[in-house]
C-alpha cells in the first residue's frame, strides 16, 4: 500500500496549486481519501474528504476556495486549492480511511494508510 503525494510548491496569495495523491495497492474506491496539513508550531488539521460514496467534507477555513476530487481510473485524488493565502502554509499530507463514509472524518488517529507530506508555501 502507498500513498504519494505531490505537486506542493511556492505560491504568491491568491494563486493556484493542485495537489495529487496517487495511490497503489489498495482499490481507491473501497476508502475514504482525505488531505490533513500542520503549519509550524501548529498541531495538524484535516483540510477535506472524499468518502466511498462520493461525498466531500472541507474544513471552514478552505471552504470555497479548495475542492477534492478523485479520478479512479488514475488511482488518484487531487485537491484543488485556489486563492490560497500565506495561513495555507503547510506540509499537507493525504490519508486513506477503509470504507468511510466520512464520519468524524477530521481526526487523523482513524486514518490506515498515510502518504509522506508535500509542502505548500504562499508567500510574496
Known amino acids: 500500500v502507498q500513498l504519494q503525494a505531490s505537486g506542493g510548491g511556492l505560491v504568491q496569495p491568491g494563486g493556484s496549486l493542485r495537489l495529487s495523491c496517487a495511490t497503489s495497492?489498495?482499490?481507491?474506491?473501497?476508502?475514504?481519501i482525505s488531505w490533513f496539513r500542520q503549519a509550524p508550531g501548529k498541531e495538524r488539521e484535516g483540510v477535506s474528504c472524499s468518502t466511498v460514496n462520493e461525498d466531500t467534507y472541507y474544513a471552514d477555513a478552505v471552504r470555497g476556495r479548495f475542492t477534492i476530487f478523485r479520478d479512479e481510473a488514475e488511482n488518484t485524488v487531487y485537491l484543488q486549492m485556489n486563492s490560497l493565502k500565506p495561513e495555507d502554509t503547510a506540509v499537507y499530507y493525504c490519508a486513506a480511511d477503509w470504507n468511510s463514509d466520512g464520519t468524524d472524518w477530521h481526526l487523523g488517529s482513524y486514518y490506515d494508510y498515510w502518504g509522506q507530506g508535500t509542502q505548500v508555501t504562499v508567500s510574496s
Open positions: 495497492g489498495f482499490t481507491l474506491a473501497d476508502y475514504a
